[in-house]
Protein backbone atom coordinates (compact mmCIF):
# COMPACT_ATOMS: atom_id res chain seq x y z
CA UNK A 1 0.00 0.00 0.00
CA UNK A 2 1.21 3.65 -0.90
CA UNK A 3 2.14 5.42 1.81
CA UNK A 4 0.11 8.71 1.81
CA UNK A 5 2.32 11.96 2.24
CA UNK A 6 0.81 14.76 4.02
CA UNK A 7 2.04 17.84 5.97
CA UNK A 8 1.51 18.88 9.46
CA UNK A 9 0.70 22.44 10.60
CA UNK A 10 1.02 22.15 14.72
CA UNK A 11 -0.44 25.48 16.44
CA UNK A 12 -1.00 26.44 20.50
CA UNK A 13 -4.47 27.89 19.85
CA UNK A 14 -5.85 24.88 18.01
CA UNK A 15 -7.73 21.94 20.45
CA UNK A 16 -8.62 19.47 17.51
CA UNK A 17 -6.87 17.67 14.55
CA UNK A 18 -8.05 18.12 11.53
CA UNK A 19 -7.26 16.67 7.99
CA UNK A 20 -8.12 18.70 5.12
CA UNK A 21 -7.15 17.79 1.42
CA UNK A 22 -6.30 21.31 -0.38
CA UNK A 23 -7.21 22.19 -4.16
CA UNK A 24 -3.66 21.01 -5.17
CA UNK A 25 -4.33 18.08 -3.90
CA UNK A 26 -1.38 18.08 -0.60
CA UNK A 27 -3.24 17.08 2.75
CA UNK A 28 -2.82 19.29 5.18
CA UNK A 29 -2.98 17.63 8.84
CA UNK A 30 -3.76 21.14 11.17
CA UNK A 31 -2.75 20.03 15.03
CA UNK A 32 -2.71 21.00 18.64
CA UNK A 33 0.91 21.83 19.64
CA UNK A 34 1.54 18.88 21.69
CA UNK A 35 0.31 15.99 19.07
CA UNK A 36 3.47 13.40 18.58
CA UNK A 37 4.29 12.51 14.98
CA UNK A 38 2.79 9.00 15.72
CA UNK A 39 -0.47 10.21 16.51
CA UNK A 40 -1.10 12.30 13.34
CA UNK A 41 0.26 9.06 11.24
CA UNK A 42 -2.36 7.37 13.42
CA UNK A 43 -5.28 9.71 12.33
CA UNK A 44 -4.31 10.15 8.94
CA UNK A 45 -4.03 6.12 8.72
CA UNK A 46 -7.48 6.15 10.46
CA UNK A 47 -9.06 8.32 7.87
CA UNK A 48 -7.27 7.12 4.74
CA UNK A 49 -10.66 5.92 2.84
CA UNK A 50 -11.96 9.50 3.10
CA UNK A 51 -8.50 11.04 1.92
CA UNK A 52 -8.35 8.78 -1.13
CA UNK A 53 -11.92 10.07 -1.49
CA UNK A 54 -11.32 13.41 -1.54
CA UNK A 55 -8.24 12.73 -3.44
CA UNK A 56 -10.06 11.36 -6.16
CA UNK A 57 -12.89 13.83 -6.65
CA UNK A 58 -12.88 15.68 -9.41
CA UNK A 59 -14.85 18.97 -9.44
CA UNK A 60 -12.93 20.16 -6.76
CA UNK A 61 -9.97 20.49 -8.48
CA UNK A 62 -11.25 21.92 -11.93
CA UNK A 63 -8.80 24.82 -12.48
CA UNK A 64 -9.88 27.94 -11.24
CA UNK A 65 -12.35 30.70 -13.75
CA UNK A 66 -10.46 33.67 -11.80
CA UNK A 67 -7.26 34.41 -10.80
CA UNK A 68 -6.93 34.70 -7.44
CA UNK A 69 -6.82 37.55 -5.81
CA UNK A 70 -8.51 39.86 -8.36
CA UNK A 71 -8.96 43.27 -7.58
CA UNK A 72 -12.03 44.91 -6.61
CA UNK A 73 -12.66 48.17 -8.89
CA UNK A 74 -14.93 50.22 -10.49
CA UNK A 75 -17.09 48.00 -13.22
CA UNK A 76 -16.45 44.68 -11.32
CA UNK A 77 -18.86 42.82 -10.85
CA UNK A 78 -19.75 40.36 -7.80
CA UNK A 79 -22.55 37.82 -7.00
CA UNK A 80 -25.72 38.00 -4.48
CA UNK A 81 -28.61 35.40 -4.18
CA UNK A 82 -27.14 34.20 -7.69
CA UNK A 83 -26.96 37.95 -9.60
CA UNK A 84 -24.30 39.70 -10.62
CA UNK A 85 -23.93 43.20 -9.30
CA UNK A 86 -21.64 45.81 -10.60
CA UNK A 87 -19.29 47.06 -7.63
CA UNK A 88 -18.70 50.93 -7.33
CA UNK A 89 -16.46 53.00 -5.49
CA UNK A 90 -18.67 56.10 -3.89
CA UNK A 91 -18.50 59.21 -2.04
CA UNK A 92 -20.35 58.96 1.08
CA UNK A 93 -20.92 59.97 4.71
CA UNK A 94 -22.28 56.80 6.30
CA UNK A 95 -18.80 54.85 5.67
CA UNK A 96 -21.07 51.79 5.37
CA UNK A 97 -21.33 49.66 2.07
CA UNK A 98 -24.90 50.00 0.27
CA UNK A 99 -26.44 47.96 -1.54
CA UNK A 100 -28.76 49.02 -4.28
CA UNK A 101 -29.31 47.17 -7.75
CA UNK A 102 -25.40 46.90 -6.94
CA UNK A 103 -22.57 47.26 -4.30
CA UNK A 104 -21.62 50.89 -3.29
CA UNK A 105 -18.64 50.87 -1.64
CA UNK A 106 -17.14 53.60 -0.07
CA UNK A 107 -13.92 55.42 -1.36
CA UNK A 108 -12.72 55.44 2.02
CA UNK A 109 -12.50 51.44 2.40
CA UNK A 110 -10.99 51.03 -0.95
CA UNK A 111 -7.82 49.90 0.79
CA UNK A 112 -9.90 47.24 2.75
CA UNK A 113 -12.38 46.95 0.47
CA UNK A 114 -12.45 43.43 -0.18
CA UNK A 115 -12.56 42.60 3.78
CA UNK A 116 -16.28 45.67 4.15
CA UNK A 117 -17.43 43.35 1.39
CA UNK A 118 -17.10 40.50 2.93
CA UNK A 119 -18.31 41.84 6.27
CA UNK A 120 -21.84 42.95 3.90
CA UNK A 121 -21.52 39.32 2.86
CA UNK A 122 -21.34 37.80 6.20
CA UNK A 123 -24.12 39.99 7.82
CA UNK A 124 -26.40 39.15 4.74
CA UNK A 125 -25.40 35.43 5.25
CA UNK A 126 -26.67 35.36 8.78
CA UNK A 127 -30.02 37.11 8.20
CA UNK A 128 -30.95 35.05 5.38
CA UNK A 129 -29.44 31.32 6.08
CA UNK A 130 -30.04 31.19 9.19
CA UNK A 131 -33.67 31.64 9.85
CA UNK A 132 -34.08 29.64 6.74
CA UNK A 133 -32.07 26.88 8.43
CA UNK A 134 -34.30 26.64 11.19
CA UNK A 135 -37.23 26.73 9.30
CA UNK A 136 -36.38 23.83 6.97
CA UNK A 137 -34.92 21.89 10.50
CA UNK A 138 -38.36 22.03 11.75
CA UNK A 139 -40.17 20.63 8.57
CA UNK A 140 -37.28 17.85 8.72
CA UNK A 141 -37.48 17.27 12.20
CA UNK A 142 -33.62 17.87 11.97
CA UNK A 143 -32.77 18.75 15.75
CA UNK A 144 -29.59 20.53 15.70
CA UNK A 145 -28.38 22.57 18.60
CA UNK A 146 -26.83 25.52 16.23
CA UNK A 147 -26.46 27.25 12.62
CA UNK A 148 -23.54 29.42 11.84
CA UNK A 149 -22.27 31.28 9.04
CA UNK A 150 -18.72 30.50 8.87
CA UNK A 151 -15.58 30.97 7.06
CA UNK A 152 -14.77 27.82 4.91
CA UNK A 153 -12.88 27.20 1.86
CA UNK A 154 -13.71 23.98 0.67
CA UNK A 155 -17.23 23.59 1.76
CA UNK A 156 -20.68 25.33 1.32
CA UNK A 157 -22.06 23.54 4.66
CA UNK A 158 -21.28 21.23 7.39
CA UNK A 159 -22.76 19.39 10.52
CA UNK A 160 -20.29 19.11 13.13
CA UNK A 161 -19.60 16.47 15.89
CA UNK A 162 -21.39 18.69 18.41
CA UNK A 163 -24.59 18.75 16.19
CA UNK A 164 -24.01 21.98 14.78
CA UNK A 165 -23.87 23.27 11.36
CA UNK A 166 -22.53 25.32 9.35
CA UNK A 167 -22.82 27.23 6.48
CA UNK A 168 -19.71 28.50 4.06
CA UNK A 169 -20.52 32.70 4.14
CA UNK A 170 -20.27 32.29 0.36
CA UNK A 171 -23.35 30.42 -0.33
CA UNK A 172 -25.51 34.06 0.07
CA UNK A 173 -23.50 34.22 -3.43
CA UNK A 174 -26.05 31.44 -4.73
CA UNK A 175 -29.28 31.87 -5.71
CA UNK A 176 -32.03 30.77 -3.02
CA UNK A 177 -32.69 27.54 -4.86
CA UNK A 178 -29.30 26.31 -4.06
CA UNK A 179 -29.22 28.02 -1.01
CA UNK A 180 -32.21 25.78 -0.22
CA UNK A 181 -30.56 22.90 -1.50
CA UNK A 182 -27.14 23.22 0.69
CA UNK A 183 -29.34 23.98 4.01
CA UNK A 184 -31.64 21.31 3.05
CA UNK A 185 -28.46 18.51 2.19
CA UNK A 186 -26.93 19.35 5.81
CA UNK A 187 -29.75 18.67 7.86
CA UNK A 188 -31.20 15.92 6.24
CA UNK A 189 -27.57 14.60 7.29
CA UNK A 190 -29.16 14.55 10.67
CA UNK A 191 -31.76 12.04 9.21
CA UNK A 192 -29.77 9.90 8.01
CA UNK A 193 -25.72 10.49 7.85
CA UNK A 194 -24.44 9.13 4.26
CA UNK A 195 -25.51 9.52 0.97
CA UNK A 196 -27.80 6.51 0.74
CA UNK A 197 -30.79 6.22 -1.37
CA UNK A 198 -32.77 7.17 2.03
CA UNK A 199 -30.87 10.12 1.96
CA UNK A 200 -31.77 11.37 -1.54
CA UNK A 201 -34.86 10.33 -1.38
CA UNK A 202 -35.33 12.83 1.57
CA UNK A 203 -33.97 15.06 -0.42
CA UNK A 204 -36.20 14.59 -3.41
CA UNK A 205 -39.17 15.53 -1.41
CA UNK A 206 -37.78 18.59 0.37
CA UNK A 207 -35.87 19.84 -2.69
CA UNK A 208 -37.37 19.85 -5.94
CA UNK A 209 -35.16 22.00 -7.40
CA UNK A 210 -32.49 19.34 -6.53
CA UNK A 211 -30.61 18.57 -9.83
CA UNK A 212 -31.05 22.41 -11.08
CA UNK A 213 -29.45 23.06 -7.57
CA UNK A 214 -26.61 20.17 -7.73
CA UNK A 215 -25.74 21.44 -11.66
CA UNK A 216 -25.68 24.85 -10.10
CA UNK A 217 -22.79 24.00 -7.53
CA UNK A 218 -20.70 21.81 -10.20
CA UNK A 219 -20.84 24.89 -13.03
CA UNK A 220 -20.21 27.95 -10.05
CA UNK A 221 -18.05 25.80 -7.55
CA UNK A 222 -15.04 28.54 -7.94
CA UNK A 223 -17.26 31.06 -6.62
CA UNK A 224 -16.03 29.22 -2.88
CA UNK A 225 -12.40 30.53 -3.64
CA UNK A 226 -12.79 33.75 -4.32
CA UNK A 227 -12.04 36.12 -1.79
CA UNK A 228 -15.06 38.30 -1.88
ZN1 LIG B 1 -23.69 15.17 2.24
Request: net charge positive; charged share 30%.
Amino acid sequence: MKELSYQTVRSPRRKTVTITVERDRTVIVRAPQDTTDEEVQRLVVGKRQWIIEKLRHPQKYRNRLHPPGKEVVNGEAALYLGCEYRIELVETSSGEVEFAQGFKVPRAHQAKRRRVLKDWYMARAKEIILPRAQQRGHELGARFKAAKIVENWYRWGSCTVRDNVNFNWRLIKAPMFVIDYVIVHELAHFLEANHTARFWSIMRAHVPAMDKAKDWLKEHGQVLEEEV
